[in-house]
């Protein structure tokens, strides 16, 4: 233990001392250059660039350039324009796999398998379950899964434990007894205004993130909307979940509107908020009083098996103009080892998608001292991305405008919204082609 105390020190005073990430010797010859692009948010930013300072004080000869994503509507649109034009970095870290169909059919990236020990780092790093949800469509990684936040149920234990529960909803049956009991003391005490929990609703494509798709994956045992571009929504489970929402809003366990202009569970109004890991800074500094818990989705009640969840994965990709891959795959490798997977937690808060993360002792004080985070942590093996198909955000606007239609203001039967939303779904992909 104490071994692995002296390199996590070191590992964070080597992040926090050297020039600028900026700072590279551009007139030096003989020296590869590699441009790297993180995401934007700033702890990330510092990651990245303490990162690279530690990079390149140990490999002068292969020198990396840290620099923001040039400002645009989205890190895709901005990605997928600088493909076309021959501007993208080396080296991304903020690949989200929904538009990896995009980068892959413009050309725009580099397989990971055409290196000869990607087998026996991935081996070392990725279970080979998880690994294989990110193999494109061809046979091929383009992607290496770094991070991920699984989109898990957060609850206020004081709520909950006022109505009588010590434990949170394991099963839909039990989530919508205690919101219907909610339900019930507000038409009785018009002053009492608290909610089990709220959705955006919306019909844009990301919100069924926080909703729909994890409810399905945890649903169907950690199965995703298709199935090798195929659509694979058409069951028992994809129904049974939109007849949950549906409930919850018939029986006012969620409201349709909200006036509240901060976020409830913030105030004390919701019992429940389905949200990632980002949620518990948030909670700590702006309501400490809360206490609150961290379980997983609540599922059908007749469901068996590990709850799997939504996680919104962000994956590294090397680009196929880059004149260096060999030199951009040893940086892309320095970003994903243990030390630096611990650097992802401790700055970033994010979790490293990491077989041995709960058993590498590395990571242990870690989570002593942050144990929600654990719980997370235990989640993340379980999780699912988005599936790799053309067109996503189009085919996810029409799944949320018949989520809207048949869960929020019950005007179709979730069996009709769900047969519309496949059609629409194909009709779409067959569109584009």
């Given at each position: 233990?104490?071994?692995?105390?002296?390199?996590?020190t070191?590992?964070l005073l080597?992040?926090?001392c050297g020039?600028?990430?900026?700072?590279?010797?551009?007139e030096?010859?003989?020296?590869t250059r590699?441009?790297?692009w993180?995401a934007?948010?700033?702890?990330?930013?510092?990651?990245?660039?303490?990162?690279v300072?530690?990079?390149?004080q140990?490999n002068p000869?292969?020198?990396?350039?840290?620099?923001?994503?040039?400002v645009?509507?989205?890190?895709?649109?901005?990605l997928?324009a600088?493909?076309?034009a021959?501007?993208?970095?080396d080296?991304?870290?903020?690949?989200?796999?929904g538009?990896?169909y995009d980068?892959?059919r413009?050309g725009g990236?580099?397989a990971?398998d055409?290196?000869?020990?990607?087998?026996?780092?991935?081996?070392?790093?990725?279970?080979?379950?998880?690994?294989?949800?990110?193999?494109?469509?061809?046979?091929?990684?383009?992607?290496?899964?770094?991070k991920?936040?699984?989109?898990m149920m957060?609850y206020?234990?004081r709520?909950?434990?006022?109505l009588?529960?010590?434990?949170p909803?394991?099963t839909y049956?039990?989530?919508l007894?205690?919101?219907?009991?909610?339900a019930?003391?507000r038409?009785k005490?018009?002053s009492?205004?608290?909610?089990?929990?709220q959705r955006?609703?919306?019909p844009?494509?990301w919100?069924?993130f926080f909703?729909?798709l994890p409810?399905?994956?945890?649903?169907s045992g950690?199965?995703?909307?298709?199935?090798n571009?195929t659509?694979?929504?058409?069951?028992?489970?994809a129904?049974?979940?939109?007849?949950?929402?549906?409930d919850?809003y018939?029986d006012k366990?969620?409201?349709r509107t909200?006036?509240h202009?901060q976020?409830?569970?913030?105030l004390e109004?919701?019992a429940?908020?389905f949200?990632?890991?980002?949620?518990?800074?948030?909670i700590?500094?702006?309501?400490?009083?809360i206490?609150?818990?961290?379980?997983?989705l609540?599922?059908?009640d007749?469901y068996?098996g590990?709850?799997?969840t939504?996680?919104?994965f962000k994956?590294?990709?090397?680009?196929?103009?880059?004149?260096?891959?060999?030199?951009?795959?040893?940086?892309?490798?320095?970003?994903?080892?243990?030390?630096?997977?611990?650097?992802?937690l401790?700055?970033a808060?994010?979790i490293p998608?990491?077989?041995d993360l709960l058993?590498?002792?590395?990571?242990?004080d870690?989570?002593?001292?942050?144990?929600?985070?654990?719980l997370f942590?235990e989640?993340?093996?379980?999780t699912?991305?988005?599936?790799?198909?053309?067109?996503?955000k189009e085919i996810?606007d029409?799944?949320?405008?018949?989520?809207?239609?048949a869960?929020?203001y019950g005007?179709?039967s979730?069996?009709?919204?769900?047969?519309?939303?496949?059609?629409?779904?194909?009709?779409i992909?067959?569109?584009?082609?």
């Open positions: 233990m104490k071994q692995h105390i002296l390199i996590i070191s590992v080597l992040l926090s020039p600028s990430s900026h700072d590279i010797e551009h030096k010859p003989g020296v590699l441009t790297y993180p934007p948010n700033p702890q990330e930013m510092q990651l990245a660039d303490s990162l300072r530690v990079w390149n140990n000869n292969i020198q990396v350039r840290m620099q923001p994503i040039p645009g509507q989205s890190t895709e649109e901005v997928l600088s493909i076309a021959g501007t993208t970095p080296i991304c870290s903020n690949i989200w796999p538009a990896l980068y892959t413009a990236l580099v990971f055409k290196f000869s020990d990607f087998d026996s780092v991935m081996t070392s790093r990725v279970p080979d379950e998880l690994l294989e949800t990110f193999r494109s469509p061809d046979g091929s990684i383009y992607q290496i899964p770094w991920t936040n699984p989109v957060i206020n234990k709520i909950l434990g006022e009588g529960y010590e434990e909803p394991r049956s039990e989530f007894k205690i919101g219907r009991e909610l019930g003391l038409e005490n018009k009492f205004d608290v909610w089990m929990g955006d609703i919306r844009i494509w919100q069924r909703d729909y409810f399905y994956i945890a649903a950690g199965k995703t909307l298709f199935d571009h659509v694979a929504f058409v069951n028992e489970r129904e049974a979940v939109m007849a949950f929402f549906r919850c018939r366990v969620f409201p909200f006036s202009q976020d409830p569970f913030l109004k919701m429940t908020n949200a990632g890991p980002w949620q518990i800074p948030t700590q500094r702006y309501a400490p009083h206490e609150f818990g961290v379980a997983p609540p599922v059908p007749n068996e590990p709850i799997y939504y996680g919104d994956n590294i990709s090397i680009f196929s103009n880059t004149r260096h891959p060999e030199a951009a795959w040893e940086f892309v490798k320095f970003l994903v080892t243990p030390e630096h997977d611990f650097a992802l401790e700055i808060n994010q998608v990491r077989g058993t590498n002792p590395m990571f242990d870690f989570f002593k001292r942050k144990p929600h985070m654990l942590a989640q993340a093996l379980y699912r991305s988005v599936d790799e198909v053309a067109d996503l996810l029409a799944l949320s405008q018949e989520y809207e239609a869960a929020v005007r179709r979730p069996a009709e919204a769900i047969h519309r939303a496949a059609r629409r779904a194909e009709l992909i067959e569109w584009n082609k």
